[in-house]
């Protein structure tokens, strides 16, 4: 009797597809293409879009969309006037023989342009505690405070930036991590690495607050803010923008430049509309400026040259921390176990 049942399945299986019932998805109908892509697609780039009919339909409507919203098309052609860079989905809403089907492409939109590149000039250079694994640094009312990391030594630091001497201090649980630091409403906010957990001080008395933790972001690396909202990088391309009450991840953009993605993006600083970074292990002392709205990479900083001003040691490890003092109108640089603090000014190159 199963033997008879599996035979009768079996040629009403081959029946079915042999009529074509079982092979309908609309992948199997449709494919977009874009023609001509060899290299990379740009910002403001017109791509020449089509469908590629596999069953011949008789296709009455196509309607595209990227990332959900309604774009135009002029001879087979669409302008990714995205607001953003990093992926986007582009969608075919597709009529034929009397239904409605939707088959999807994902692309990655790069910047239009290469960043500018930039330089340096030192000003000053300042003493630095050496056994400090900087994470976060930033300037508010005109005095430095320092986040650090690695567990059992990450601290929360009030300094004299002129003489490294420790106005106030508190220390992380031993099994903390420490990252990204920054300030706003008399509020310091201060991340942990993979502890999926923030923390809220007052900023004169480094009394704990509150604490909140992180969303889809998964990871604290750098933090900074724009007077309103908290932008948060996770290590990833992304960077997030939270609710400076909730701290719920609102939005994120993605870091690229006009010929790749950007990842590991580290201690951030936000001024005058730009956001300045850190790029963890890329492999040069470089900090990059991103346009907080589009994810664009519209400079880079070369760093190169200031860690060979640090005196060597076992620990001595990469460029992390950067903060603007807008009394003076410099930046502040410095390095994870670095025994100095480089007040800068950058120069285009």
Same mark, same amino acid.
């Given at each position: ?10 040629? @009403?299986?081959?029946?079915?597809? %042999? ?23 740009? @910002? ?35 302008? @990714? ?11 075919? =809403? ?17 910047? /239009?342009?290469? /960043? ?7 000003? !000053? =250079? ?11 640094? +930033?300037?508010? !009312? ?82 900074? !803010? ?15 923008? @939270?609710?400076? !009450? ?61 860690? *060979? ?13 950067? %903060? ?14 670095? *025994?100095?603090?480089? +007040? ?6």
């Amino acid at each position: 009797m199963n033997t008879l049942k599996f035979l009768a399945y079996s040629i @009403l299986t081959l029946f079915i597809i %042999a009529c074509g019932g079982t092979n309908t998805t609309p992948s199997s109908l449709f494919e977009i293409q874009i023609d001509g892509i060899n290299d990379k697609i740009h @910002l403001n780039e017109a791509i020449t879009i089509h469908i590629k009919n596999k069953k011949n339909k008789t296709i009455n409507n196509v309607i595209y969309k990227i990332d959900g919203q309604k774009v135009e098309v002029n001879n087979n052609k669409i302008l @990714l006037n995205t607001k953003k860079v990093g992926s986007k989905k582009i969608d075919a =809403e597709i009529e034929y023989d009397g239904k409605t089907v939707t088959i999807s492409k994902k692309i990655v939109v790069y910047a /239009p342009s290469k /960043p500018i590149l930039y330089t340096y000039e030192i000003v !000053n =250079e300042f003493p630095h505690n050496k056994d400090y694994f900087t994470q976060g640094l +930033e300037f508010y !009312n005109d005095t430095l405070y320092e986040g650090t990391g690695k567990k059992g030594k990450s601290k929360l630091l009030k300094l004299d930036y002129k003489t490294g001497t420790i106005y106030k201090e508190h220390k992380l649980k031993e099994t903390q991590f420490g990252e990204g630091i920054t300030i706003l409403n008399n509020k310091i906010h201060q991340l942990t690495w993979k502890s999926n957990i923030g923390f809220v001080y007052d900023a004169s008395t480094f009394k704990e607050l509150d604490q909140f933790t992180y969303g889809k972001s998964k990871e604290g690396w750098g933090l900074c !803010n724009n007077g309103k909202q908290l932008l948060k990088s996770d290590g990833s391309e992304k960077i997030w923008t @939270l609710n400076a !009450n909730t701290f719920v991840e609102e939005s994120f953009i993605e870091v690229y430049t006009n010929r790749k993605k950007l990842i590991k993006i580290n201690e951030l600083e936000y001024v005058d509309g730009k956001i300045y970074a850190n790029t963890w292990q890329s492999g040069q002392d470089v900090a990059v400026i991103i346009n907080p709205t589009s994810g664009i990479v519209e400079g880079i900083i070369n760093f190169n040259g200031l860690k *060979d001003k640090v005196t060597k040691h076992t620990n001595l490890d990469v460029l992390n921390g950067i %903060a603007y003092n807008s009394s003076r109108n410099t930046f502040f640089v410095t390095g994870k176990n670095w *025994d100095k603090l480089f +007040e800068v000014k950058i120069i285009k190159k």
